[in-house]
Structure formats: structure tokens, C-alpha cells
Nanobody, 121 residues
Framework: VQLQASGGGLVQAGGSLRLSCAAS????????MGWYRQAPGKQRELVAR???????NVALSVKGRFTISRDNVKNTVYLQTNSLKPEDTAVYYC????????????????WGQGTQVTVSS
């Protein structure tokens, strides 16, 4: 199983980016999927999560600007980022929580490789 994140880049303040993360391989089910970010010298923090049923949890710092969505058929999670600020600059990581490769198999978490988002002022 692999998680491949894409969509990061350099953008001016006020701009937008759409991040994507596709899980591939032998996948039976995925519980929650989410995006985390880590800025230089800071701890990794939750940006947004979404359940398999579509319930979302968005960090206060990005609420109203970022939207998380998910395609369960494609095992892909998206993060639409609008009104970007310099403080949003970080490496963004996607996460698949409690992924199972078989109905009766064990569940474990997987992480993508990260995609850099840089917002210039």
C-alpha cells in the first residue's frame, strides 16, 4: 500500500492550491483520511480529517479557508486550500487511518511522503 500526495507548490498570499492524495495497492477499507502539516521547527499538526461517511473535522486555524473531501471509490482524499497565508507554509502529509487490506486483516495507519506548500507574502 502506498499513499501518493501531490498538488503542492509556491503560491502568493491569497492564492489557492488543491492537494490530492491517492492510496494504492491492495485496499479493502480505510477508516479516516486526513491531512497534517509540519512547518520548520514545529510539530506536525492536524489540518483536517474526514471519515468514510463524510464527516469532517477541520482545524480552527484553517476553518473557512480549507475544505477536505474524499472519493471512497478512488481511495483519494483532497484538500482545497483557499485564501492561503504565509503561516500556512509547511510540508503537508496525508494519512490513511486504520487501513485494512482484507476483511479479516489487521488495520494500520499509512502516511504519504509529503508535499511542500509555500506561501509568499
Amino acid at each position: 500500500v502506498q499513499l501518493q500526495a501531490s498538488g503542492g507548490g509556491l503560491v502568493q498570499a491569497g492564492g489557492s492550491l488543491r492537494l490530492s492524495c491517492a492510496a494504492s495497492g491492495n485496499i479493502f477499507s480505510i477508516n479516516d483520511m486526513g491531512w497534517y502539516r509540519q512547518a520548520p521547527g514545529k510539530q506536525r499538526e492536524l489540518v483536517a480529517r474526514i471519515t468514510s461517511g463524510g464527516t469532517t473535522n477541520v482545524a480552527l486555524s484553517v476553518k473557512g479557508r480549507f475544505t477536505i473531501s474524499r472519493d471512497n471509490v478512488k481511495n483519494t482524499v483532497y484538500l482545497q486550500t483557499n485564501s492561503l497565508k504565509p503561516e500556512d507554509t509547511a510540508v503537508y502529509y496525508c494519512n490513511a487511518e486504520r487501513l485494512k487490506t482484507a476483511r479479516w486483516g489487521n488495520a494500520r495507519d499509512y502516511w504519504g511522503q509529503g508535499t511542500q506548500v509555500t506561501v509568499s507574502s
